[in-house]
Each structure stands twice: as structure tokens, then as C-alpha cells.
């Protein structure tokens, strides 16, 4: 469980994020949404502590984080899994490689066994087989895609952050890596937070979806709550596609 | 030292795929790095062939020998010929006197040198090195007698008109006849072969038996004065065995100076020369020698250096954001130092490398052409690959050190 209570950031003086809170449930997958600019790469960057908020505390488990030292910072990203925009998987490691340096970096009493061990468990987790020692430019989007989510629980995390797991996907594809992110956060019982544009993704897997509006918390709810809001700004944002509209009006 | 181990190796395998994709700059940017290296492991190769053809020159000469001469060597700058100038040359009675007065000798021997044409029926050879020794020069120098003898004691002593010939003389003059027992002319008198030296080879100083005759010193001290200073009149002085060149040094010093009856506050009017005086003289060159291809493999090394931190600077910048992607991934700053560290090193070594390679075929073609036997000892190789890694260090340490202590909220921006 994350909970975020009053956050504030601000760059230059304008106020980016504006005394934001909220409670991210373990086993859920936490969706973030908005407009571009609406402060949703921020308050992400905020939560892994890649920007330091101005006020306000994010608390893991109940563990302030913005008051850790960095070593104590270190113990609780130790627990995190992050899995980058375009999967950025490292292009000189292969798969199997890649999935375990995160193991190599944080894990430095398990021994290469069992690092080889938890690297195919996870590989096989995502329906990764027999490309255990293919290089990243050897197979497709979806699959960095699989490799990068492997990769990103191989240090069996506590919480897991995703940044716009799937862009750059056919949406058949981003419907399988969103359903694969949901299922293994309930598997392993992860907090997941999700940043996202995709009301697809909203529908599909947002057990618990907040609105950001101009750095602002606007609104927060299930994905079914989210079509019925009575928001006037969150409809403009589940109702900018044609397709969503048709669906209303059903 | 495991896990170190393993992160260098993962390290390596990163620099090493930016090598890989680079290619062409890779490779020019080396080219400092290469001729840095090949300048200096070549001349020091060259010096060091120099350096052990001449020791075992020396060597060859008796490193146990002292030279009671007329003229130190020395070959510095300032040296004060007109102090030796007037100092007398060393004669035969001086010989007998220390003889006389020494404890630690051995053996000494006067020798004295001259050139002239010798002739045997129709045949001659001019400016043939005649060299004129007393009795014990088999015991000073060594050398070996092919066919025949060398002077016995009684030719000596008596100066009979004998002759021992070098190898190269004997068949100039001989052909295919035995020259042992026939009669050879040099300064116009009847003197007989009685032995051939076993042919030696040059070597530095061209200093061998091949092409010299040895006569008694007796002997041609009746046609010329061999104390004269044309003639480059020596005494070779042996200790005996356990007793330093130091010791025997200084018990000559006294002696000649008692000799000489030079009074203690006077200088000596002698020079006593030892090889390793010779071959400390050669050590300065050889110095200045490595020096010089110090600082002009340095220059070169110079620019290679800056050459490889440009790149690892645009390395750094290309890979901002594996880097930050690294260090989310639970990467020390420590981690990442090192990978661009050995990649620095690696770039830096495959310069050095390639310097080290046209030494290998420099040295093949050299040594094909002009006879020298130049071998590149294991301590130059190593040198080599130890200044590529100094420099990979050096030049790489900044930006390293850069990418190290990115911050990671930079690193990662590109990114969201
Ligand atoms: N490092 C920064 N310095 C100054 N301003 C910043 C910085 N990072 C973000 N901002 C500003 O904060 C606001 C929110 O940016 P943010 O990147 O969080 O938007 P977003 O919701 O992620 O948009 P998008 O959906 O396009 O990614 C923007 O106006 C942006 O210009
Ligand atoms: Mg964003």
C-alpha cells in the first residue's frame, strides 16, 4: 500500500502537482490518468523519488519516504519494479541477461543459480520460452514488452510502477500486457501504479483510476464508476473518442 | 571480489557493444593511442637490441679487466683532453715493476698496436692490425687457437719472429694451404705462422682476433717504439680470483703512482679503465635515447588520450539514459564508474594493441634487413599494454566519473 497524503510540487514557482491525495491498495492495479501536462509523469517521478515534492508525504507501508536517508531510500526502492516507457531493455544483454541484473545488482547473496532460476520463473511468467539467449533487437514489441515486465518483478517487488506500459502497441497486444501487469499484480499481491493514457487500459484493468486535472486530484473511482462520474472534465476525458460517445449513448 | 568480478564483466560487455556499434570513430580516434605506442616500444626495443649487443661486447673484453692507459674513456662533453695530453704512455718496464709490487694480480699484459701490410709470396693484405704482446696475454684475454699454438713462453721472452693470425687473415693469405709453419713478411722480416685463432664474429666495437696478427712484443719492439703514443700502448691488468675490480683498482693506483713517484697531492698522470666504466657511459645514451621516445610516443599519447575522453564523453551522452535505467535497476554509482572506466581502458588498450602489433612486424622486417637481432622482450609488451591502461584510466576517469554521478532524475527524463 502507497499512500500519498498532500502532495505539492512546483517548478519555478507554478505548481505542477497541488496537494494531491490518495491511497494506492495492494493487489489493485492504481491507474493514473489526465491531459498531457496534467502532472502525471511527475507525481510518478515524485513517488520513486526522482523528483523531491516541496510538501506532503508519500508513505510505503507507512514508512515516510520523502524523510528516509538515502540508504533507507535504497532499502525501500529495493522493493520497487519499474518498467520504463518503450520497455528500454539493455540492448547488449540478452534476454535471460536482462532479466537478471537487476538480481546481479540488488541480490548480492543469491547464488547464480538461483539467480538463473528466478530469471526463468519469471520468463516463463510472462509466456517467455525458448528466447532465453535471443538479443533485444531479435524479437518484437509485445515480447520487449514481456521481457521488460519480467524483468521488473524479478526482484519480486513489493510495488511496481509502470510508465505508459503500452504504447507503441497494437491494441490487441496492449490488451494482453495490460491483462498480464493486473494478473501479476494480484498474483503476488504488488501494489501497482500505471500511468497511462489509453481508456482502453482504464477499462480493462483500473480497479482504482485517479484523474489528475491541472496538477489537481479531480477525481478518483473504479473503472466503472469512472463512465458515470458526473465530472464534467473527467467526461471530456473518457468522452473524447467517437467510440466512447457511441457507447454513452447505448 | 566475486560479485567485482561479475559487475566488470557485465561492465565490459556493455563497452564493449558501444565499441562494436562505432567502429570508425572508434578505430581514428585510436590512431593517437597506436602511434603513441609503437614510438615508444619501438625505440625502446631498438635500445634495448643496442643495449645487450654492447654488454655482451663488453663482456667479451674482460669485465674483470683494468686498462692502465694514457687516456680515460669517457665520452662527456667537457672532457679535458688537454689535462691527458701530456701525461706519458704506459711502457713495458712499467709492466715488470708492477709485477714486482702487486699482491692481487693475476695477470697483466702490455700490448701495443700498429698497422702494416703483410705479404706471404705473391699475396699481401695492407693495414693489417699487428698487435704486440708480452708474455700472459693468453691469460689476460680469452680466445681460442684453431689450429697450431700461441706464443710460448720462451718466444716471448726471447721476442722470436712468430706469429699467431686471425682467421680471416689466414685464409686471405693462406687460401686452402695450411698457414702453420710458413713464413709471412711483415716490416720486412721473415717471421713464421704458428698458429690460427678460431674465428670469432664481429662484434660492437669490432673488437676480435679475426683479422689481426699477434707478434711478441720483443720482437717488434727492435722496429718500433712501443711506448709511443701512436701505437696505443696498453696495460691489461687481471685480478685474482675473490678480489674486486675495486681492490685491484686501488692496489694499482698506488703502484703506478709509487711507479711514477707522483707526489700525493698530485693528480695521477694514468687512466684506469674497466668495462663497466664503458658501459655506464652507455647507459646515459641509452637514456637519453628512452627519453626521446618517451616524449615523442607521449605527444602522441596526448592526443589519443584526449582522442578517447571525447568519446567516452559522447558515450556518456548517447547512453544517459541506460544509464539512469541502470541505476533504477539498482545500479551503485560505482557500477556504472567502472563500465565506463574499462570501456576507456579497452578503447585505449586496442590502441596501444595496434601499436604493439606494427612494433611486432617492425621489428620482423627490421631484423630481416639489416641482421639486427631485435627481439621484443616480454617486459616492453607489457610496458606497452601497461601505459594503454594508465591512459585508458586516466582519459576515462572524467567521464566516468561524470556518468557515475548523473543524476538519475536527468538520466530518466528522455524517457517520460
Ligand atoms: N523538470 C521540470 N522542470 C520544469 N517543469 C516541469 C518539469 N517536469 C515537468 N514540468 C512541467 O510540469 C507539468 C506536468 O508535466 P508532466 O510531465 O507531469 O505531464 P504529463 O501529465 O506526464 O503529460 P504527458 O501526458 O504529456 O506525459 C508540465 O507543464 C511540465 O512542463
Ligand atoms: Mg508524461
Not at chain 1, 121 to 129: G, P, Q, S, Y
Not at chain 2, 95 to 112: G, K, M
Not at chain 2, 265 to 280: K, V
Amino acid at each position: 500500500m502507497i499512500e500519498i497524503r498532500n502532495l505539492y510540487k512546483a517548478f519555478n514557482n507554478l505548481p505542477v502537482l497541488n496537494n494531491v491525495s490518495t491511497i494506492f491498495q495492494k493487489g489493485n492495479t492504481n491507474l493514473i490518468i489526465g491531459q498531457s501536462g496534467s502532472g502525471k509523469t511527475v507525481f510518478m517521478k515524485c513517488l520513486v523519488g526522482l523528483h523531491e515534492p516541496d510538501e506532503g508525504g508519500i508513505y510505503y507501508d507507512n514508512l515516510n519516504f520523502t524523510k528516509l536517508s538515502s540508504r533507507e531510500r535504497s532499502q525501500v526502492r529495493k522493493k520497487i519494479g519499474m518498467l520504463f516507457q518503450g520497455s528500454a531493455l539493455f540492448d547488449s544483454l540478452n534476454v535471460e541477461e536482462n532479466v537478471i541484473f537487476p538480481l546481479e545488482m540488488f541480490n548480492k547473496d543469491m547464488t547464480k543459480k538461483e539467480k538463473l532460476e528466478r530469471a526463468h520463473f519469471c520468463l516463463d511468467r510472462v509466456n517467455i520460452h525458448n528466447a532465453n539467449h535471443l538479443y533485444p533487437a531479435e524479437i518484437s514489441g509485445g515480447m520487449k514488452k514481456r521481457v521488460a515486465i519480467a524483468r521488473a518483478i524479478a526482484n519480486k517487488p513489493e510495488y511496481l510502477f509502470c510508465d505508459e506500459p503500452n504504447s507503441g502497441l497494437d491494441p490487441a497486444t496492449a490488451i494482453v500486457i495490460d491483462n498480464l501487469i493486473r494478473e501479476i499484480t494480484k498474483e503476488f499481491e504488488i501494489t501497482t501504479v500505471i500511468n497511462t493514457h489509453d481508456m482502453n487500459s482504464v477499462m480493462e484493468i483500473g480497479d482504482h483510476v485517479v484523474f489528475l486535472y491541472k496538477g489537481e486530484l479531480w477525481w478518483e473511482g473504479t473503472s466503472e464508476q469512472i463512465l458515470t462520474s458526473g465530472n464534467k472534465e473527467v467526461e471530456e476525458f473518457v468522452y473524447a473518442s467517437e467510440l466512447m460517445r457511441k457507447l454513452k449513448t447505448n | 571480489m566475486i560479485l567485482f568480478i561479475k559487475l566488470f564483466k557485465e561492465s565490459a560487455l556493455f563497452a564493449w557493444g558501444s565499441v562494436v556499434s562505432n567502429k570508425l570513430r572508434t578505430l581514428l580516434t585510436l590512431l593517437g593511442i597506436t602511434i603513441g605506442i609503437f614510438a615508444i616500444i619501438s625505440v625502446f626495443s631498438v635500445v634495448d637490441a643496442l643495449e645487450r649487443q654492447i654488454r655482451t661486447s663488453i663482456s667479451s673484453l674482460g669485465d674483470n679487466v683494468i686498462y692502465i692507459q694514457k687516456w680515460p674513456w669517457e665520452f662527456s662533453q667537457d672532457f679535458a683532453w688537454w689535462k691527458y695530453m701530456n701525461r706519458p704512455s704506459p711502457r713495458p718496464s712499467e709492466l715488470d715493476e708492477i709485477f714486482r709490487r702487486t699482491n692481487i694480480l693475476e695477470s697483466a699484459v702490455f700490448t701495443a698496436s700498429t698497422n702494416r701490410t703483410v705479404e706471404y709470396f705473391n699475396r699481401s693484405i695492407e693495414q693489417v692490425n699487428i698487435l704486440s704482446v708480452s708474455q700472459d696475454y693468453d691469460k689476460v684475454r680469452s680466445f681460442e687457437i684453431d689450429a697450431g699454438r700461441f706464443i710460448s713462453l720462451t718466444e716471448s721472452g726471447s721476442g722470436r719472429n712468430v706469429a699467431v693470425i686471425g682467421s680471416k687473415i689466414a685464409s686471405q693469405l693462406f687460401e686452402n694451404d695450411n698457414p702453420i709453419g710458413n713464413i709471412i713478411k711483415i716490416f720486412g722480416r721473415n717471421i713464421e705462422v704458428i698458429g690460427v685463432f678460431a674465428p670469432e664474429g664481429d662484434d660492437t666495437f669490432g673488437n676480435n682476433h679475426d683479422e689481426m696478427i699477434v707478434l711478441p712484443l720483443n720482437f717488434v719492439n727492435s722496429f718500433i717504439d712501443v711506448s709511443s703514443d701512436r701505437y696505443g700502448p696498453v696495460i691489461l691488468a687481471k685480478g685474482k680470483e675473490n678480489f674486486s675490480n675495486d681492490e685491484l683498482t686501488d692496489e694499482l693506483r698506488g703502484v703506478m703512482r709509487s711507479i711514477r713517484k707522483i707526489k700525493p697531492a698530485a693528480e695521477d698522470d694514468f687512466a684506469l679503465n674497466q668495462t663497466s666504466l664503458l658501459s655506464r657511459q652507455f647507459d646515459g645514451l641509452f637514456a637519453i635515447l628512452k627519453i626521446a621516445g618517451w616524449i615523442i610516443g607521449g605527444f602522441s599519447i596526448l592526443v589519443g588520450g584526449f582522442g578517447i575522453a571525447n568519446i567516452m564523453f559522447v558515450s556518456v551522452k548517447e547512453r544517459t539514459t541506460i544509464i539512469g535505467i541502470q541505476k533504477a535497476l539498482g545500479a551503485k554509482n560505482f557500477f556504472i564508474l567502472i563500465q565506463f572506466l574499462s570501456e576507456a581502458v579497452l578503447l585505449s588498450l586496442m590502441g596501444g594493441s595496434i601499436g604493439l602489433l606494427l612494433v611486432f612486424g617492425g621489428t620482423f622486417i627490421a631484423s630481416q634487413l639489416f641482421d639486427m637481432d631485435l627481439l621484443i622482450q616480454m617486459k616492453n609488451v607489457l610496458l606497452g599494454v601497461n601505459v594503454s591502461v594508465i591512459i585508458g584510466l586516466v582519459a576515462g576517469f572524467i567521464p566516468a566519473w561524470s556518468a557515475a554521478h548523473l543524476n538519475p532524475v536527468d538520466a530518466i527524463r528522455a524517457n517520460t
